[in-house]
């Protein structure tokens, strides 16, 4: 066991090496570059049009709306990362990481909107009558490459039990077991039994759940963040100072190919927002929109949310508690952002937990779909319910089980589900563009008839 466990760390090490971060990013700049810096500029109206309700378009093909989707592919994406993953961008990394993790952000933008736009471009429908997209119908039908579709349907149906269900539920269950002393058996009884009742009734029902939620949670953890911050504006200034600072520092390796400081908030911020790892453009592909890029502009604003605004939160708090005198008694990653929050709010560490419980629970809502339409790709709708009640399962086991090895199992089939996805989202760059000069155009027509109405 013993010889399995460091060959799966050489595996895991190798395919999270600097060859992959350096894919990752670069694949995010290149459709930077090839959109125009469409993340800039857009995502006042990305935003409008994810939080309007007058925004949403219920006439169009789809099964849920642009604010579901989005808020499953959130659920999926704002987890266990967005607390354990920042903090350990921060002890091994230093402060600089947080950074490269909003550049990692940046660029990830526009990974994310290509994403999304090829998914609903190439979507199907089941033979429930329900959307099924993703990397794997992309591959297919934009490249006709059935096999490596295949492959990406795999490991995604294999990692959204290891990222996106084991691993989730043992942070909550550890957490759970020190703050509140809550046995595990108990936490994952509990999450078996409520994860079931959400799955079992398939996209619409985790559209609807994720929808409450995951803005519940998000602003329960940025208020708590805002606090800290609102109520320390001395330690903020130098926070960001550190920051910048130890980014660019000798130690971050801007003379080496990556260095740590680099390594490690590329890589954290990736793991947290997940552009480039195709999980995202399962959800925007079930989405009701009339055109391919009003949902890939919906999806982009998910890596914004993700990591400019929740990951920061964490990251400030960690550089804020370490220039304020703070002191870990505890150099675990989870426990860190825990007592940093204890160091400034009462029960700090309590809102932590929380925070994490639902972080990690909508974590597996999210990925519980994106696992089955993996699955649903490779054996067909025969195969749903076995495998929504085997995820489910998997719950109870992910909160009793101790789980070093599954961590790095999953971490590799998460790089192996991005070596498919960006291979196609360079391919089918052209198909991208072309998409977007389109909506460019419908845009043009909507804006002047909004400006004609409002003049009339």
């Known amino acids: 066991m013993e010889a399995f466990s460091n060959a799966v760390s050489v595996v895991n090490s190798f395919v999270w090496g600097p060859w992959l971060l350096v894919f990752l990013v670069g694949t995010g700049i290149f459709l930077t570059i090839r959109l125009g810096f469409l993340q800039f500029f857009q995502l006042p109206y990305a935003l409008k049009l994810a939080f309007s309700p007058a925004q949403q378009d219920r006439k169009s093909k789809g099964d849920i709306s642009h604010f579901q989707a989005l808020m499953t592919a959130l659920a999926a994406t704002i987890g266990t990362g967005n607390i354990v993953g920042v903090a350990t961008a921060f002890i091994l990394g230093g402060p600089g990481a947080v950074f490269w993790m909003w550049i990692t952000a940046i660029f990830g933008m526009a990974t994310k909107y290509g994403e999304a736009v090829l998914a609903v471009k190439y979507r199907v429908v089941d033979a429930k009558g329900e959307m099924a997209g993703g990397p794997m119908f992309y591959i297919e039908k934009g490249l006709g490459w059935k ?7 795999f490991f995604g149906a294999v990692a959204a039990f290891g990222i996106g269900n084991l691993v989730q539920i043992n942070s909550v269950a550890g957490n759970m077991s020190s703050t509140f002393n809550v046995d595990p058996v108990i936490t994952g009884i509990v999450l078996t039994i409520f994860t079931a009742i959400v799955i079992l009734g398939g996209v619409k029902s985790i559209g609807r759940w994720s929808s409450i939620i995951v803005p519940f949670m998000a602003v329960f ?6 606090y800290i911050v609102f109520t320390n504006l001395n330690l903020l ?5 550190l920051i910048f600072t130890d980014a660019f520092s000798a130690e971050a390796g801007l003379g080496a190919l990556i260095g740590t400081t680099i390594r490690y908030g590329v890589a954290r911020g990736l793991f947290s927002n997940e552009a480039g790892m195709g999980s995202a453009p399962i959800a925007a592909a079930a989405a009701k929109t009339d ?3 009003r949902q890939g502009l919906v999806s982009m604003t998910g890596t914004f949310l993700d990591t400019i605004v929740v990951c920061s939160i964490t990251g400030l708090s960690l550089v804020m508690a370490s220039l304020g005198g703070f002191i870990a008694s505890d150099p675990n990653a989870a426990a860190l952002t825990s007592q940093s929050f204890q160091y400034f709010i009462p029960y700090g560490s309590i809102l932590v937990t929380i925070a994490l419980l639902f972080f990690a629970y909508s974590t597996v809502l999210g990925w519980s779909y994106y696992g089955e339409k993996c699955f649903y790709y490779l054996v067909g709708d025969k195969g749903l319910i076995p495998y929504r009640v085997i995820f489910c399962l998997t719950v109870f086991i992910g909160a009793v089980t101790e789980l070093d090895l599954v961590w790095s199992i999953a971490d590799t089939f998460n790089a192996a589900m991005c070596l498919p996805n960006l291979l196609a989202l360079l391919l089918l760059s052209g198909v991208i563009v072309a998409e977007t000069n389109d909506f460019k155009q419908l845009r043009m027509k ?3 008839k909004e400006t004609s109405n409002q003049s009339a």
């Not at 953890?221 to 805002?226: K, S, T």
């Not at 200034?237 to 100072?241: E, R, V």
Request: proline share 8%; net charge negative; aromatic share 16%.
């Open 237 to 241: 200034g130098p926070a960001f100072a």
């Open 446 to 448: 909507e804006v002047s």
């Open 221 to 226: 953890y940025i208020l708590g963040g805002l």
């Open 147 to 153: 096999w490596l579709a295949v492959l990406f349907a």
């Open 291 to 293: 055109h391919p890029c």
